[in-house]
């Protein structure tokens, strides 16, 4: 439960999705979006950390959280393969369509997330010139910093969400052979998308490193 309670404290921090340098209008709506399956998103991922529905909805409503990572399409799916998976957690078919779809998803939003940096550090690039030249203002700089802290919040958000699909994953594996004994032929395919689950949180890892590096610079 110590784990569970670590996510949801993580989630409980991220109050918001921003663009950097983009209008209120459009930022006001992105939290919006953001923000409508905040509680929603919190739950799947206090399941997949292997928390009960009662205890997961309950933590996740009163925390009053909002998923500022539910910009990344990532988290809206995973929610919705959560769900298809319902009533069919320990089937072994079901749960190799479960992870290809997982592992699908994470490679799109790896490429966005890719995008997402370059598209940053080209914009921290202009905020470093303007801060060396003296014509950027002490609140605009400071908006800057916001805006770059929710964007790697928001990439955050996601890698515990991977890290917690990848652990509910590892979990049925280990059930899985203790059922079958040693004969883990039957499971190579479900091992394969399991190691590139791994991979694919390694790359999203390194992305979200590089959002920190991004807004350390200013």
């Known amino acids: 439960m110590r784990i569970i309670a670590a996510l949801l404290v993580s989630l409980s921090i991220i109050t918001g999705c921003s663009t950097v340098g983009g209008t209120r209008g459009s930022s006001g709506m992105a939290a919006l979006e ?9 739950t799947a991922i206090c399941l997949a950390a292997g928390g009960d529905a009662a205890t997961c909805a309950g933590a996740a409503a009163g925390g009053g959280l909002v998923g500022a990572g539910a910009c990344y399409t990532y988290a809206q799916k995973y929610e919705k393969r959560r769900q298809e998976l319902a009533g069919k957690e320990n089937d072994l078919d079901a749960r190799l369509k479960y992870v290809r779809g997982l592992n699908e998803d994470a490679e799109k939003l790896n490429r966005d997330l890719d995008t997402r940096v370059a598209e940053i550090s080209r914009r921290t690039d202009a905020t470093v010139a303007q801060i060396n030249q003296g014509t950027i203002s002490s609140q605009e700089l400071a908006k800057e910093r916001e805006a770059l802290l929710k964007e790697e919040n928001a990439a955050r958000e996601q890698v515990e ?6 652990e509910d ?4 594996q280990a059930e899985q052979l203790r059922k079958t004994g040693e004969d883990k032929a039957i499971h190579a395919e479900l091992d394969a998308e399991i190691r590139k689950q791994e991979r694919l949180l390694k790359e999203t890892q390194s992305a979200t490193t590089a959002f920190a590096t991004q807004r350390q610079r200013i």
Do not use: D, I, S
């Not at 953001?34 to 919190?42: D, E, Q, R």
């Not at 969400?161 to 990848?166: M, S």
């Not at 994953?169 to 049925?172: T, V, Y």
């Open 169 to 172: 994953m590892k979990r049925f």
């Open 161 to 166: 969400l991977e890290k917690a699909a990848l």
């Open 34 to 42: 953001c923000g409508a399956v905040g509680a929603g998103l919190a």
